[in-house]
């Protein structure tokens, strides 16, 4: 769910002297939404006159017109009034567009050596429940163009079946069909790394477009004009220290910590195409206006473009003004696709240079001097030979004409000769708590090839914001829906997005080929650092735990795994046994987490009764225990003193396989439930005398010294109110049997 600063509010209010229609919102880019806007409404050409502002973030879904838009503008004129739509958070979580959700299968061919020969890959495309704008392109054609990413593979397949849903529709979303496809290629790298017992990072290198095949000609996609992608991966992991790494694992092992190192690739195809350019007008005080295509969504339009024309033209920055967001009067294009610089830069870049070649001949009449004599050096015209000089900005003011147009001013367009191809490597080291699943990053290391720099402190921003979104979808954000298709991660309390906390000091680098494509030699990078990041996270958990792969999706449900260090995996299950209970399933794989895994339904009834003060909802509760599919006991949970089993006898210290706790509720009542604990040494022998004495007991037993505190505790336990009821009463915390849960609501089923 795409979350931008800023929602979608809009304003509108009909012009009662000529019939016109104004309409204030964000956007990317006006002069598109005005004319859809137009058409839908049956007026004639100019009927609309769209103005958007500073754009609190756009990233793809404010190119487009949404339904609400179009009411607003209708009510408007039908009312003939001025109307006004303020987006809630929440609506937004309803009717924004969606992104990223593919379900993908890769094949490879792969020689002896570790050389992927052909690619095979087949999209299951989440389309949602309508058909938006770029839908059906995002996974096809956006998503081919990097199929094989940095990668010399000479045969490649692509094969997207799109599907109906009960989502929202799903579209652009920054990067648009190349995350998908990235992540894909590294993950597949990965896979073939482990299946082979070849070195992850050499299985990259083996598969690399090496400089000697430059420009390179990519079997789906375009052609890359320059590249040394093997030596910037070999920059990367200098500067990421993984020489090092070995100590660090060391140190972190010593601490009871697991921790990854993961290496992530990327190839962007972007930069491309064309739009309505810019319109540079010389004002009489020698200011200059730039009425610019596309349109400022955070990125720093105003400032890169200011930039590239006060350098070229040795003009004050101070007087030159550029400005975007009115239908009526800017060119047209849409912010998307990482083009702005190499595109309207480019273009700014072009009128410069025109406006030098229409200033050289007024400069040698003021200067009285050849042509051939004239010289530019930062903003000066000079006559070799002489001490004569006028700048830029004299020349501008002397040539102010009485009436019409200043001779400078143009209007002008310019397309690139092709794309541009941003590569780079993303390395992400992080520790796993075994205790509590949590994800904790270390160092965060990329090095990037984004051609000539215009604002390096700019463009860090732009690599800062991509990273923090990719991180948020590898291990932070997901949107759940129920099985009545109903969106229960539909707030910022349930859809939980990336904080500064979450995120390390970023280690950026740069080793920059300038691009053959445009005139500045830039590449895109607004989209970069959101397409390198995700497969950068996943390569790190998947080392730590030391697993070959872990699906996106699993790894936010994931308890833990490694079979390293003796830690079973805890599969949860939630299901209805009829109405109002549920049945709550608990099994162990593969080897044993806790003494006793029926000890986790002590804790869970134990919480679930104190819960039970507030609200009489449930009216009873059995703990059911399976020892490894032979004898199987049944416990009822005495709700009136805080979960304490009636008979003790049957609290068995063995190692259960499969745990149900079966629960009567007065109401229909969900349930998530998160388990996490060290691995604890077998006993033997009865247990009696009640939760507090047993944890003591299983305290002496963790082999994981001064973790104590961590042992064999449930996590979280969540439980939404019945209908009507207060949900206040259930945003609280408690601690029982030293064990600290947190309770709210809403939540998001499990």
């Not at 609200?615 to 416990?635: A, E, K, L, M």
Request: proline share 4%.
């Amino acid at each position: 769910i795409i979350n931008s600063m800023e929602t979608r509010p809009i304003v509108a209010e009909p012009d009662p002297e000529d019939g016109t229609l104004n309409i204030w919102c964000g956007t990317q880019g006006p002069v598109g939404i005005a004319k859809q806007l137009t058409a839908a409404l049956g007026l004639s050409k100019g009927g609309v006159r769209v103005r958007t502002g500073d754009v609190g973030g756009g990233f793809g879904f404010k190119i487009f017109l949404h339904p609400e838009q179009l009411i607003v503008a209708w009510a408007a004129r039908k009312l003939g009034t001025r109307l006004r739509w303020q987006q809630n958070r929440s609506d937004g979580f309803l009717s924004d567009l969606h992104g990223r959700d593919n379900r993908t299968k890769a094949r490879a061919v792969v020689d002896a050596d570790g050389k992927v020969r052909a690619l095979h890959v087949t999209v299951h495309a989440n389309m949602g429940s309508w058909l938006s704008n770029f839908s059906t392109y995002i996974p096809t054609l956006s998503g081919s163009r990097t199929l094989t990413t940095v990668y010399a593979i000479p045969t490649a397949s692509l094969r997207v079946l799109g599907i109906m849903t009960n989502t929202p529709a799903v579209d652009a979303y920054r990067g648009a069909g190349r995350p998908e496809a990235n992540y894909v290629m590294e993950r597949l790298m990965d896979m073939l790394a482990d299946k082979m017992g070849i070195d992850r990072v050499e299985i990259r290198r083996r598969n690399m477009i090496t400089s000697d095949l430059m420009p390179f000609s990519m079997v789906c996609g375009g052609t890359i004009d320059d590249g040394e992608i093997p030596e910037l991966m070999d920059a990367a992991l200098a500067h990421a220290d993984h020489d090092g790494f070995e100590a660090r694992k060391a140190d972190s092992e010593s601490r009871g910590m697991l921790r990854g190192f993961g290496v992530g690739m990327y190839l962007e195809h972007c930069g491309g195409g064309g739009d309505g350019g810019v319109k540079v007008s010389f004002r009489d005080d020698g200011t200059i206006l730039v009425l610019a295509a596309q349109q400022e969504n955070g990125q720093g339009h105003r400032t890169t473009l200011t930039q590239i024309l006060s350098d070229r033209l040795g003009y004050d920055a101070d007087k030159i003004e550029i400005f975007q967001g009115d239908s009526a009067i800017t060119p047209h294009g849409a912010t998307g696709g990482a083009r702005m610089t190499a595109v309207l830069g480019s273009t700014v870049a072009e009128v410069a240079a025109r406006t030098l070649d229409k200033a050289r001949p007024h400069a040698a009449e003021a200067l009285d001097c050849n042509l051939e004599d004239l010289v530019f050096i930062d903003g000066f015209f000079s006559a070799q030979g002489t001490n004569r000089s006028i700048t830029i900005e004299d020349l501008v003011l002397r040539l102010v004409p009485e009436s019409g147009d200043h001779p400078f001013n143009i209007n002008h367009r310019y397309e690139p000769d092709g794309s541009t191809y941003p590569y780079g490597c993303h390395i992400a080291e992080l520790e796993i708590d075994p205790a509590t699943c949590a994800v904790n990053l270390q160092r965060y290391t990329v090095v990037d090839d984004f051609g000539t720099v215009i604002n390096p402190m700019m463009l860090e921003g732009q690599i800062h914001g991509g990273i923090a979104q990719g991180i948020g979808q590898a291990i932070h954000e997901h949107a759940v829906f129920d099985e009545q298709g109903q969106l229960v991660s539909g707030s910022l309390m349930d859809y939980r997005l990336p904080r500064a906390d979450d995120l390390p000091a970023f280690d950026i680098h740069f080793r920059n080929i300038p691009c053959k494509n445009n005139i500045l030699g830039v590449k895109g990078s607004g989209e970069a650092g959101a397409i390198g990041a995700p497969q950068a996270i996943i390569a790190a958990v998947t080392d730590a735990l030391g697993v070959t792969h872990i699906d996106i999706k699993n790894l936010k449900t994931i308890i833990r795994s490694s079979s390293q260090r003796g830690i079973g995996l805890v599969v949860i299950a939630c299901h209805p046994v009829k109405r109002n209970v549920v049945r709550i399933c608990v099994i162990q794989l593969r080897c044993t987490l806790f003494d006793s895994c029926i000890d986790i339904g002590y804790r869970i009834a134990a919480f679930i009764a104190r819960i039970n003060q507030f609200q009489r909802i449930i009216r009873q509760c059995h703990i059911i225990g399976d020892d490894n599919g032979h004898d199987v006991t049944s416990c009822p949970v005495d709700l009136a003193h805080h979960g304490r089993v009636r008979n003790h006898g049957h609290r068995r210290a063995v190692s259960i396989r499969k745990l149900m706790l079966t629960m009567n509720f007065t109401n229909t009542v969900r349930i998530q439930i998160s388990l996490c604990g060290h691995q604890m040494h077998t006993g033997h022998g009865s247990r009696r005398g009640g939760v507090n004495r047993h944890k003591s007991r299983m305290r002496q037993r963790c082999p994981q010294k001064g973790n104590s505190k961590t042992c064999s505790r449930v996590n979280i336990i969540c439980v939404t109110p019945p209908a009507g009821h207060k949900s206040g009463v259930f945003n609280a915390r408690y601690r029982l049997a030293n064990t600290k849960f947190h309770l709210s609501s809403p939540v998001v089923s499990a």
